[in-house]
Nanobody, 124 residues
Framework: QVQLVESGGGSVQAGGSLRLSCVTS????????MGWYRQAPGKEREAVAH???????KFEDSAKGRFTISLDNAKKTLYLQMNSLKPEDTAMYYC??????????????????WGKGTQVTVSS
């Protein structure tokens, strides 16, 4: 089973930045995906951003223009750089990993492993 360990969460004021990290035990071979999800109190878990082994990247609307996702294969670490944070970004952020399927030109993921999360709190 793949182990995922997130870090980098914290408390910041609106407009601030944080960089989340997720270290994975997964061997970064072909056909894999990694992504970030978040869950605010009383709300369902929602996707934030995704990246796959073919360098396809997708951001959900809430993250476009403010967040950046990247993957360091040598360090087996996934990052989420979050800028211009808003109070509505407050949530537990989770790292996910799984298999890529289908056309290599498109990001299609089947997530099977999850981290335990790191808390992000943005105050106004």
């Amino acid at each position: 089973q793949v182990q995922l360990v997130e870090s980098g969460g914290g408390s910041v004021q609106a407009g601030g930045s944080l960089r989340l990290s997720c270290v994975t035990s997964r061997y970064t071979a072909r056909d894999y995906c990694m992504g970030w999800y978040r869950q605010a109190p009383g709300k369902e878990r929602e996707a934030v951003a995704h990246i796959d082994s073919y360098s396809n990247i997708k951001f959900e609307d809430s993250a476009k223009g403010r967040f950046t996702i990247s993957l360091d294969n040598a360090k087996k670490t996934l990052y989420l750089q979050m800028n211009s944070l808003k109070p509505e970004d407050t949530a537990m952020y989770y790292c996910a990993a799984g298999a890529h399927y289908g056309d290599t030109r498109s990001l299609q993921c089947a997530y099977s492993d999850w981290g335990k999360g790191t808390q992000v709190t943005v105050s106004s």
